[in-house]
């Protein structure tokens, strides 16, 4: 299986700094990734949806933004004190899925300057 030059999955965590993540987005850009797609999922919706939008300033609006949310089935067996079975407890996790793409190619960018 080949892999692409580049690696567009950014998965957005709590643990990673945000600068952090918009300077690999910025490297990719810069090294002619045509677009990326940043995931988050639970709390860390607000950072992703920060991050495209973060990118979409710097670039003067030349980024597009396509959104798209979902949301999976969580299973957690919670332990009962008094039963050794424990309980299941089903729930739902929200996700977001930012594809930001270039509007302009970017060998035409690199043309103009």
Do not use: W
Request: with cysteine; aromatic share 8%.
């Amino acid at each position: 299986m080949s892999r692409s030059r580049f690696d567009k999955n950014i998965f957005v965590r709590n643990t990673t700094h945000f600068k952090a993540y918009l300077y690999k987005c910025e490297k990719l850009f810069d090294n002619g990734a045509p677009e990326l797609i940043i995931h988050g999922s639970g709390t860390t919706i607000y950072k992703a949806t920060s991050l495209a939008l973060q990118l979409q300033k710097i670039h003067c609006g030349c980024l597009g933004l396509d959104i798209k949310t979902s949301s999976m089935q969580l299973e957690s067996k919670q332990d009962m004190l008094d039963d050794m079975d424990g309980e299941v407890i089903n729930r739902q996790k929200s996700a977001i899925h930012i594809r930001v793409f270039r509007k302009i190619p970017a060998a035409v960018l690199r043309s103009k300057n």
